[in-house]
C-alpha cells in the first residue's frame, strides 16, 4: 500500500507541478507563498495516501491541500494585502475544480511569461523557469550553472520578491509586446535544452532536462495555436531532432560515440516524425536561427546512413544561418561541414582564422575540431597538441573520456 501511494505522489510531482504551481500562484498571487504551499502538500500527501489512499483526482487534492496551507502560512505571517476571507472562498471542497479545458495551460503559459519578464535578468529567468515550471530542485538547478546552492538559492529569491515588489503581472503580455517577451521564452527554452543535451559537468546528458524544455515548447505552441510562430516550430522541432539520437549518443559504458558512428536505429524515429513537418512549416513561414538549425538536424536525420548526409545542403544552411545569426560557433560548425564536403586541408585554414580570432580560446571543441582534422591530414604530432588543449578545458567526463581515447590514438601513431 505504501508503495502504490508513494509511487503515485512522486508521479503526480513529477508530472503535475508546473500545472500546481501555477495555478496557485493564481490563486495567491505570491511565487514564495505558492512553491512553499505545495511543497508542504506534497509531503502532507506522503503521510495522509498511504492511510487513506490515493484520491480520484491527486492534482485536486494537492491544489486544495496547497491552497489551505498558503491561507494558513498567510495569516500567521499577517500578510493582509488581501482579506484572508477572500482566500477562504475560493472554496474547500475536494472535488475536482471545475477548470475549463484552457485553464491550466492558461495558467502554465502566464507563469512562462512572467518568468520570462524583461526585467529579470536572463540567468534569473532560465532558474525560475526550471524551479517554478519544471519542479527541480534549487541544487540541480546550481548544478546547471555551475554555483553553490546557497548562491542559487539567493538568486532564486531575488527573483521571485522582484517580480512580487515590481509588481511584475502574473499576465499574458499585451499583442503588441508578445513578439520580444516570445523571444526571450524561446531563449530560455533552448538554454534550458542545450544543459540537458550537452551537460556542463558529470554525464554527457540530462534527459529531464531536455524533457522539460520539450515539454515547455510543446505547451507553448499548443496554447498559441493554430498559428504558431515559425521559430516556435523550429525550436521544437530542433530538440526533437536532438533528443531522437539520444539512445544512441553513449554505449554501455557512458561513452561518448560520435554522430558518424551511431546505430541510426535506436534514433527515436517518432519523434522525427514529428518533427519533420515542424521543419517544413517553420522554412515556410520566414525562417530564423531556430528553424535553420531545425533544417540542419533534419538532413541528419534523414540520412539512413552517415555516408549519405548530404554534406552539401549542410553547409548551404550553415551559410544561411551565418546571415540569420553570424557567430564564432557557427562559423566554427560551417568549417566542420566544409571538411566534410571539400577535405580537412579545406577547412584547417577557416579553423585557424577562429583560433587566430581569440573568441573561442576557452572552447574545447575548437580545439577538439581542430585536433580531428590534422588526425585526419596525418598530422599526428599536431594533432595530438591540438587535442591536449582540449582536454584541459573540457569539463564532461563522457566527453573527456573520448578526447583521451583519441589523443591515445594518435600520440602512439606520431
Not at 293 to 316: G, P, S
Not at 353 to 377: C, P, T
Request: aromatic letters at 6%; one cysteine or more; a negative charge.
Amino acid at each position: 500500500m505504501h508503495r502504490v501511494s508513494d509511487e503515485a505522489v512522486e508521479t503526480v510531482y513529477r508530472e503535475e507541478w508546473g500545472r500546481i504551481v501555477a495555478t496557485l500562484i493564481r490563486l495567491v498571487g505570491d511565487f514564495e507563498v505558492a512553491e512553499e504551499a505545495a511543497q508542504e502538500a506534497f509531503t502532507a500527501a506522503v503521510d495522509q495516501w498511504r492511510i487513506s489512499g490515493v484520491p480520484d483526482f491527486p492534482r485536486a487534492w494537492i491544489i486544495q491541500t496547497a491552497r489551505h496551507k498558503a491561507i494558513d502560512r498567510m495569516r500567521r505571517a499577517k500578510r493582509h494585502n488581501q482579506s484572508i476571507e477572500s482566500y477562504a472562498a475560493l472554496g474547500s471542497t475536494m472535488d475536482e475544480p471545475n477548470y475549463d479545458a484552457d485553464e491550466i495551460p492558461d495558467d502554465q503559459l502566464r507563469l512562462i511569461f512572467t518568468c520570462c519578464h524583461p526585467a529579470l535578468a536572463a540567468e534569473a529567468q532560465v532558474a525560475l523557469t526550471l524551479r517554478t515550471l519544471g519542479g527541480l530542485e534549487t541544487d540541480e538547478i546550481a548544478r546547471a550553472f555551475l554555483v553553490p546552492p546557497s548562491t542559487m538559492a539567493q538568486r532564486l529569491v531575488r527573483a521571485k520578491r522582484k517580480i512580487r515588489d515590481a509588481g511584475i503581472p502574473y499576465a499574458l503580455p499585451a499583442a503588441s509586446d508578445m513578439p520580444e517577451r516570445l523571444d526571450a521564452v524561446l531563449t530560455v527554452i533552448y538554454l534550458i535544452f542545450n544543459e540537458g543535451y550537452a551537460t556542463t559537468r558529470g554525464r554527457l546528458v540530462r534527459t529531464d532536462l531536455c524533457g522539460e524544455a520539450i515539454r515547455l515548447g510543446r505547451t507553448l505552441r499548443t496554447l498559441l495555436m493554430p498559428q504558431p510562430p515559425a521559430e516556435l516550430n523550429g525550436l521544437v522541432a530542433l530538440m526533437l531532432l536532438h533528443d531522437a539520437r539520444r539512445d544512441a549518443r553513449l554505449d554501455e559504458a557512458g561513452d561518448l560515440i560520435v554522430l558518424e558512428q551511431q546505430d541510426r536505429s535506436l534514433w527515436n524515429q517518432a519523434q522525427i516524425a514529428e518533427a519533420l513537418p515542424l521543419v517544413e512549416a517553420a522554412l515556410q513561414s520566414g525562417p530564423g536561427p531556430y528553424a535553420v538549425q531545425a533544417a540542419i538536424a533534419a538532413v541528419h536525420c534523414r540520412a539512413t546512413r552517415a555516408e549519405d548526409t548530404d554534406w552539401r545542403q549542410i553547409l548551404q544552411l550553415y551559410d544561411v544561418l551565418g546571415s540569420f545569426q553570424p557567430s564564432p560557433i557557427v562559423s566554427l560548425n560551417r568549417a566542420v561541414a566544409v571538411a566534410m564536403v571539400d577535405g580537412p586541408s579545406a577547412a584547417l585554414p577557416l579553423i585557424d582564422a577562429i583560433a587566430a580570432s581569440g573568441d573561442l580560446d576557452g572552447y574545447h571543441l575548437l580545439h577538439s575540431a581542430r585536433a580531428d582534422l590534422l588526425r585526419r591530414m596525418g598530422s599526428n604530432q599536431d594533432s595530438a597538441k591540438a587535442y591536449l588543449q582540449a582536454l584541459d578545458l573540457v569539463t564532461n567526463d563522457s566527453e573527456r573520456r573520448f578526447l583521451e581515447r583519441r589523443l591515445h590514438e594518435v600520440s602512439g601513431q606520431a
